[in-house]
T-cell receptor, first 110, second 113 residues
């Protein structure tokens, strides 16, 4: 069974204080690893897809990286508007289903 | 803009009273999904359609049913809601083929009284 574990559960940052979120996974035949941002009371918003170890994607202050066992979401010089829950999900085999982690809730204080 | 739309955004129903949530998409995607998400938890897949082919998760209660009358629309029916069914219900779509990213709607918050 696919397993996705995110850490830490919660992260409190000062504005400008860079940090990283971790997503470790155990799957058979990874097809893709996905990062989403979810604001309270809203649906997840797609951020990145990573397909193979060594791949990196960037968007504004966010950078996602992938190894064979885990992915990191780096937040560089965060702003209060980066406060959200960040979800990691994996897709494996020939299935269209995603297996989600429980998320990391990031709070950025001004 | 192409998007996934869910209605209503908030739904209050009584214990045992059937309720239907709707989802529509303008992305022309083949695959549509329904998830249940409870507070501080990961989204839990209930079922998905690839075109008209229905795929039910093994642990989805029989109380939950779905219909997809055409490519654009998908419905979630909860036949007899219990207090434990109060949650955010998320609809998502993906293109199928080699396109695996899922795009989510804003969700419907269901309250059961």
């Amino acid at each position: 069974e696919d397993q996705v574990t995110q850490s830490p559960e919660a992260l409190r940052l000062q504005e400008g204080e860079s940090s990283s979120l971790n997503c470790s996974y155990t799957v058979s035949g990874l097809r893709g690893l996905f990062w989403y941002r979810q604001d309270p009371g809203k649906g997840p918003e797609f951020l990145f897809t990573l397909y193979s170890a060594g791949e990196e994607k960037e968007k504004e202050r966010l950078k996602a990286t992938l190894t064979k066992k885990e992915s990191f979401l780096h937040i560089t010089a965060p702003k209060p508007e980066d406060s959200a829950t960040y979800l990691c999900a994996v897709q494996a085999g020939g299935d269209y289903k995603l297996s989600f982690g429980a998320g990391t809730t990031v709070t950025v204080r001004a | 803009d192409a998007m996934v739309i869910q209605n209503p955004r908030y739904q209050v129903t009584q214990f045992g009273k059937p309720v239907t949530l709707s989802c529509s998409q303008t992305l022309n995607h083949n695959v549509m999904y329904w998830y249940q998400q409870k507070s501080s938890q990961a989204p839990k897949l209930l079922f998905h359609y690839y075109d008209k082919d229905f795929n039910n998760e093994a642990d989805t209660p029989d109380n939950f049913q779905s219909r997809r009358p055409n490519t654009s629309f998908c419905f979630l029916d909860i036949r007899s809601p219990g207090l434990g069914d109060a949650a955010m219900y998320l609809c998502a779509t993906s293109g199928g083929g080699t396109s695996y990213e899922q795009y989510f709607g804003p969700g419907t918050r269901l309250t059961v009284t």
